[in-house]
């Protein structure tokens, strides 16, 4: 069984930083595309930024200079650094990921999410 737990959501300031980390866990041979995903009240899921196993990243504009997506292949972790943060950034964040099994199957999973408050 393969989990996703996010850390570092919380409240900060518009103009402020956070720092998002995402740890895969489980029986896992090898972690893929890993991503963040956002969803804010009454709004439907939306890509944030994803990372590819190599380090080749997409952003999604909203967020371009400002969030940066990396991660850590030998601790099947990936991070998400948002900076200059403003009050529509507010939503939770969800980490997703492919992951391959020491089984061998590779299945997509979803982490539980992590508020992010962006306000004053």
């Known amino acids: 069984q393969v989990q996703l737990v996010e850390s570092g959501g919380g409240l900060v300031q518009p103009g402020g930083s956070l720092r998002l980390s995402c740890a895969a866990s489980?029986?896992?041979?090898?972690?893929?595309?890993m991503g963040w995903y956002r969803q804010a009240p009454g709004k439907q899921r939306e890509l944030v930024a994803d990372?590819?196993?190599?380090?080749?990243?997409n952003y999604a504009d909203s967020v371009k200079g400002r969030f940066t997506i990396s991660r850590d292949n030998a601790k099947n972790t990936v991070f998400l650094q948002m900076n200059s943060l403003k009050p529509e950034d507010t939503a939770v964040y969800y980490c997703n990921a492919d992951v391959r099994s020491v089984v061998g199957s590779t299945k997509n999973y979803w982490g539980q999410g992590t508020q992010v408050t962006v306000s004053s």
């Open positions: 990372i590819t196993r190599g380090g080749s990243t």
């Open positions: 489980g029986s896992i041979f090898a972690t893929y595309a």
